[in-house]
T-cell receptor, first 114, second 111 residues
Framework: DAGITQSPRHKVTETGTPVTLRCHQT?????MYWYRQDPGHGLRLIHY???????DKGEVSDGYSVSRSKTEDFLLTLESATSSQTSVYFC?????????????FGPGTRLLVL | RKEVEQDPGPFNVPEGATVAFNCTYS??????FFWYRQDCRKEPKLLMS???SGNEDGRFTAQLNRASQYISLLIRDSKLSDSATYLC????????????FGSGTRLSIRP
């Protein structure tokens, strides 16, 4: 299995509070991603990073920000959590040196916003 | 139209049966294709890549039909442990950052 960890694995928070999720990899892969997965929607890309300090928006980026100060860490911040951000969040990594390179996922973080 | 579409299922088949899923994609220039397996409350895990000539891995066979823009996954002699959700993934723009995932097909194998 790819060396990807996420923390926390579960979190309950209240509407309006800031939340930060962490993704840590030991594979030295260049690309890192944050997805959310909800019933009926599948995996939706929030933000991704193509290098240290290089990030870009995905399909559902509103209400989220990211930072990547080191190759191994990618942080996702919910500035002011809302109930619609209750979801399962997956981090993924890839190293696009090969056309067939695909993404490998971390174990996920279950977030409940009350 | 979604860029990648799958029948959500569920497919409920008896142990030992053969089952097949399809996944259609919208971009004819898509370069590479994958099948993932996701168990309940777990992360998606890469099951296999899909090659142009088709490829097999044990009981699993993946096929690509570029003319009709779909990929397929065939599972032979299904086991109880095959029960999971199967996600297809399509690399549409020659960039790993542009992989689009289907919503998944749920498979349930009954004894």
């Amino acid at each position: 299995d790819a060396g990807i960890t996420q923390s926390p694995r579960h979190k309950v928070t209240e509407t309006g509070t800031p939340v930060t999720l962490r993704c840590h990899q030991t594979e030295n892969h260049r690309y890192m991603y944050w997805y959310r997965q909800d019933p009926g929607h599948g995996l939706r890309l929030i933000h991704y990073s193509y290098g240290v300090k290089d990030t870009d928006k995905g399909e559902v980026s509103d209400g989220y920000s990211v930072s990547r100060s080191k190759t191994e860490d990618f942080l996702l911040t919910l500035e002011s959590a809302t109930s619609s951000q209750t979801s399962v969040y997956f981090c993924a990594i890839s190293d696009p040196g090969h056309l067939r390179e695909t993404q490998y996922f971390g174990p996920g973080t279950r977030l409940l916003v009350l | 139209r979604k860029e990648v579409e799958q029948d959500p299922g569920p497919f409920n088949v008896p142990e030992g049966a053969t089952v097949a899923f399809n996944c259609t994609y919208s971009n004819s220039a898509s370069q590479s294709f994958f099948w993932y397996r996701q168990d309940c409350r777990k992360e998606p895990k890469l099951l296999m890549s899909v090659y142009s000539s088709g490829n097999e891995d044990g009981r699993f066979t993946a096929q690509l039909n570029r003319a009709s823009q779909y990929i397929s996954l065939l599972i032979r002699d299904s086991k109880l442990s095959d029960s999971a959700t199967y996600l297809c993934a399509v690399n549409m723009y020659s960039s790993a950052s542009k992989i689009i995932f289907g919503s998944g097909t749920r498979l349930s194998i009954r004894p």
